[in-house]
């Protein structure tokens, strides 16, 4: 047995425990706070070995925290000890030359934006500057410059990971080979990343974008309108159709649109658009940074993400998520800030990638529709995850496994639920589990089941 004083002896970092000034457990999502017995912050990956080893020791359970968005209490632990890199490890360093990006596994994208584009250069990230690198990155990794440069996976070159025995490895296609298969879309069953290595790309400095918010009576306009400019999509566009209610609670449906060009370009792919007659029109060039901070949440609501595919531009389909969202809110009036998206990028880089090149399972050209979930009725928080199941029924004809980071609902169902979301790839998934966590150590996501 390593005692806390121990370990804290030794530790770089902080290690807290309730009543402790540093001491936090609170996360994007109220939903997902969790009372950990400590909360470990460390400074370098040798903390993190350390903070391992002393959970092992003192059968603590281990959860791994980077952005906090986890809406499952992935990164959450119930009494146990949460290792939590994002107060101290979140440091970025651009190597402009070779055009690579440090990134400690604790940051956010935002900063990755901005230490990067400081040179011209971007890293494929998320659309939300406030999420984390780390969580985001090991379930896949979707973001607007998706349709030139792939999955955020695809643009990882090497890691460094903790594994469960405390030793500090680095993976990437020459070392522990293996393991960078399985930490690009495995989640974060291996353990934590503590050093992200991110391609980088020569990026323009300012983008165009589109929001168009329109009464959802509009939909089957805009779906004919969203289907003529699907038939030539180019890699350098996409758009988000979102799901809302507008200020004074009607439905509504919010198209955004991205362009990685000038104005005027972008005016050419989405002025179709605006002709349809928005209620709101926010059309602009703005700094690449800052189009992943249009997109704005409160933190700290009951939140659960469900997540399903579109396996194809369905217009009947997409007219069930209008309704299912109404429904919804007619039924539990306290849900009425749940937003459902749908996320049409290009997929022709994403899918050039063998769906067995990396453990990410989802490359198959599917759309995702992601659902956030919120509530206010604190009595729904037990039906949270069977109210957003019926939900999501009434949209797909059959239940499909979704994006895994848009799945939180999902976490925790059990071996099969694993085994479908990583589908082809799970029986490799779980060769490498036994090599690099034989005890399953890492089971706060969708926990592989070790062979
Ligand atoms: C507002 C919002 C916007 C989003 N936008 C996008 C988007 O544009 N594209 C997209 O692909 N997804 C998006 N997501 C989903 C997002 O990818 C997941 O919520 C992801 O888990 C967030 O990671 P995190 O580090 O912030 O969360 P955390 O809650 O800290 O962690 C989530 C999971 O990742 C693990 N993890 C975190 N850091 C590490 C690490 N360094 N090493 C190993 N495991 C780690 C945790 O253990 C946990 O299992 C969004 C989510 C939200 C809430």
Same mark, same amino acid.
């Given at each position: 047995?390593?005692?806390? +004083?121990?370990?804290?002896?030794?530790?770089?970092?902080?290690?807290?425990?309730?009543?402790?000034?540093?001491? +936090?457990?609170?996360?994007?999502?109220?939903?997902?706070?969790?009372?950990?017995?400590?909360?470990?912050?460390?400074?370098?990956?040798?903390?993190?070995?350390?903070? *391992?080893?002393?959970?092992?020791?003192?059968?603590?359970?281990?959860?791994?925290?980077?952005?906090? &968005?986890?809406?499952?209490?992935?990164? =959450? =632990?119930?009494?146990?000890?949460? *290792?939590?890199?994002?107060? /101290?490890?979140?440091?970025?360093?651009?190597?402009?030359?070779?055009?690579?990006?440090?990134?400690?596994?604790?940051?956010?994208?935002?900063?990755?934006?901005?230490?990067?584009?400081?040179?011209?250069?971007?890293?494929?990230?998320?659309?939300?500057?406030?999420?984390?690198?780390?969580?985001?990155?090991?379930?896949?990794?979707?973001?607007?410059?998706?349709?030139?440069?792939?999955?955020?996976?695809?643009?990882?070159?090497?890691?460094?990971?903790?594994?469960?025995?405390?030793?500090?490895?680095?993976?990437?296609?020459?070392?522990?080979?293996?393991?960078?298969?399985?930490?690009?879309?495995?989640?974060?069953?291996?353990?934590?990343?503590?050093?992200?290595?991110?391609?980088?790309?020569?990026?323009?400095?300012?983008?165009?974008?589109?929001?168009?918010?329109?009464?959802?009576?509009?939909?089957?306009?805009?779906?004919?309108?969203?289907?003529?400019?699907?038939?030539?999509?180019?890699?350098?566009?996409?758009?988000?159709?979102?799901?809302?209610?507008?200020?004074?609670?009607?439905?509504?449906?919010?198209?955004?649109?991205?362009?990685?060009?000038?104005?005027?370009?972008?005016?050419?792919?989405?002025?179709?658009?605006?002709?349809?007659?928005?209620?709101?029109?926010?059309? $602009?060039?703005?700094?690449?940074?800052?189009?992943?901070?249009?997109?704005?949440? =409160?933190?700290?609501?009951?939140?659960?993400?469900?997540?399903?595919?579109?396996? /194809?531009?369905? /217009?009947?389909?997409?007219?069930?998520?209008?309704?299912?969202?109404?429904?919804?809110?007619?039924?539990?009036?306290?849900?009425? /800030?749940?937003?459902?998206?749908?996320?049409?990028? &290009? !997929?022709?880089?994403?899918?050039?990638?063998?769906?067995?090149?990396?453990?990410?399972?989802?490359?198959?050209?599917?759309?995702?529709?992601?659902?956030?979930?919120?509530?206010? +009725?604190?009595?729904?928080?037990?039906?949270?995850?069977? *109210?957003?199941?019926?939900?999501?029924?009434?949209?797909?004809?059959?239940?499909?496994?979704?994006?895994?980071?848009?799945?939180?609902?999902?976490?925790?169902?059990?071996? +099969?639920?694993?085994?479908?979301?990583?589908?082809?790839?799970?029986?490799?998934?779980?060769?490498?589990? $036994?090599?690099?966590?034989?005890?399953?150590?890492?089971?706060?996501? !969708?926990? *592989?089941?070790?062979?």
């Amino acid at each position: 047995m390593i005692s806390v +004083d121990e370990l804290r002896s030794s530790f770089k970092g902080q290690v807290t425990t309730d009543g402790d000034t540093d001491y +936090d457990i609170s996360r994007w999502a109220k939903s997902a706070v969790r009372k950990a017995k400590y909360v470990a912050y460390p400074v370098d990956a040798e903390d993190v070995s350390k903070a *391992i080893l002393f959970a092992r020791a003192n059968n603590l359970e281990l959860a791994i925290c980077g952005g906090r &968005h986890s809406t499952a209490g992935a990164s =959450s =632990s119930e009494g146990g000890l949460v *290792i939590d890199l994002g107060k /101290k490890m979140n440091n970025v360093r651009i190597d402009a030359e070779k055009q690579l990006a440090y990134v400690q596994g604790g940051a956010r994208w935002g900063a990755v934006d901005e230490a990067s584009m400081k040179h011209g250069l971007v890293a494929l990230g998320g659309v939300v500057s406030d999420t984390g690198v780390g969580g985001l990155t090991v379930g896949g990794g979707y973001g607007w410059l998706t349709g030139e440069h792939g999955l955020v996976v695809d643009n990882l070159v090497s890691a460094t990971v903790v594994i469960a025995s405390g030793e500090i490895l680095i993976a990437s296609e020459t070392e522990n080979a293996d393991l960078f298969w399985g930490i690009r879309g495995g989640g974060s069953n291996f353990g934590p990343v503590t050093e992200f290595v991110f391609k980088l790309h020569k990026q323009r400095s300012d983008v165009y974008f589109t929001e168009l918010v329109f009464a959802s009576a509009k939909l089957p306009q805009i779906l004919d309108e969203v289907e003529g400019w699907l038939k030539d999509q180019c890699p350098k566009e996409a758009t988000h159709l979102a799901f809302a209610g507008g200020p004074d609670g009607s439905p509504c449906v919010v198209l955004f649109g991205f362009y990685n060009g000038s104005f005027e370009e972008g005016e050419a792919r989405f002025g179709r658009f605006a002709a349809l007659g928005p209620l709101l029109n926010k059309t $602009r060039s703005l700094p690449y940074p800052e189009i992943n901070n249009v997109l704005e949440f =409160s933190i700290g609501e009951n939140r659960l993400f469900r997540g399903a595919f579109l396996p /194809k531009f369905d /217009k009947k389909v997409i007219s069930r998520i209008d309704a299912a969202r109404q429904k919804l809110v007619a039924e539990y009036p306290s849900t009425a /800030k749940s937003t459902l998206v749908l996320e049409l990028y &290009h !997929f022709g880089k994403v899918s050039s990638v063998p769906i067995d090149a990396t453990a990410y399972p989802g490359r198959h050209g599917n759309s995702n529709i992601g659902m956030v979930f919120e509530w206010s +009725d604190e009595s729904l928080s037990s039906q949270a995850r069977q *109210i957003s199941k019926s939900v999501m029924g009434d949209i797909t004809d059959e239940e499909t496994s979704g994006y895994g980071n848009f799945c939180d609902a999902d976490v925790g169902r059990g071996k +099969d639920r694993v085994m479908e979301q990583f589908g082809s790839n799970y029986t490799r998934l779980a060769i490498i589990k $036994r090599k690099y966590d034989p005890e399953n150590v890492f089971h706060r996501w !969708f926990a *592989i089941t070790p062979a």
